[in-house]
């Protein structure tokens, strides 16, 4: 049995983390234990600054779901590398410098594998055939902030063709809605377009955002990289709106909008969509047991 660890993580129950399931699925039984006593494996994050040099594990991970870029206490390679056994996030994978792609879109789903047809990307799939008629309004948006100001210039592009509906606290102008993923989805299912832009940009920096959208069976409306998950989604799926080019924009927009059966038609992943994310789970598997010597 592996004792597992969290420090400067989310706020949720160790016995309940994505990671902790994940090792349960594919390594071995887990016990959560505190820090002090010494765990086969911390798991650190950037959600708050408690030193973890003072604690002894066997394998320490770093895991960003963060832009790193906009945290400039945990944004040094150098630190990190000297820290921790392995880091995982966003950038993409170079084992010389401990870095292993892991995405935190990965750890929205319940999914720890992809070897069954009860994987994630079956699963996506699925909720985005189910939604994909269930259409009552033009476009919507969920968000709390708009601090990079890409969401409203997308917003005032896109209601010169309609209204954008915000049940979320930024732009706010309709009834709210709850909190959890569920209420989203359910919400946003009834648009033809979801808004969906990262809040910053960084090497390989990509989230939930997209996968949401298809979720509900909408065209998402995204700005970010520019290719997110190249390997993995289907471009033609997509409206990508450069954001930093308000003519692009503003063609990008026009183009979804006046041929919305380009984006719905086809495949929501490539060919070797599976054969990338089942890499994503393997890298992290093998290297775990790696530094534990298993």
Not at 159 to 172: C, H, L
Request: net charge positive; with cysteine; glycine share 4%.
């Amino acid at each position: 049995m592996l004792t597992i660890s969290y420090i400067n993580f989310w706020a949720q129950d160790a016995d309940k983390m994505w990671f902790t399931k994940f090792i349960e699925h594919n390594i071995s039984p887990v016990k959560c234990v505190e820090n002090y006593e010494n765990p086969d494996i911390l798991f650190c994050s950037c959600c708050s600054n408690k030193n973890v040099n003072n604690i002894k594990a066997k394998c320490k991970i770093f895991f960003y779901g963060e832009n790193l870029n906009n945290y400039p206490n945990y944004n040094n390679q150098k630190h990190l590398y000297a820290t921790y056994d392995l880091i995982l996030g966003f950038k993409y994978t170079n084992k010389d410098k401990k870095l292993l792609r892991f995405p935190l879109w990965l750890a929205f789903y319940d999914f720890y594998n992809i070897k069954t047809d009860n994987n994630i990307l079956n699963f996506i799939e699925t909720q985005y055939e189910n939604n994909i008629l269930k259409k009552g309004m033009f476009a919507s948006i969920v968000a709390r902030h708009d601090r990079g100001r890409q969401r409203i210039k997308i917003i005032k592009e896109l209601e010169k063709y309609g209204k954008v509906m915000s049940p979320g606290k930024f732009y706010n102008n309709t009834n709210k809605i709850g909190q959890s993923k569920k209420d989203k989805i359910n919400y946003i299912s009834n648009s033809c377009y979801n808004i969906c832009p990262e809040n910053s940009k960084g090497e390989g920096y990509f989230t939930e955002k997209i996968f949401q959208a298809f979720e509900a069976g909408t065209i998402p409306i995204y700005w970010g990289i520019d290719l997110p998950e190249k390997d993995i989604i289907n471009t033609d799926k997509y409206c990508f709106c450069n954001v930093e080019n308000k003519e692009h924009m503003s063609k990008s927009i026009e183009d979804a909008v006046n041929f919305p059966e380009k984006y719905l038609k086809g495949k929501l992943f490539t060919d070797n969509a599976k054969s990338i994310v089942n890499n994503y789970y393997e890298d992290l598997i093998n290297n775990i047991k790696t530094i534990l010597n298993m």
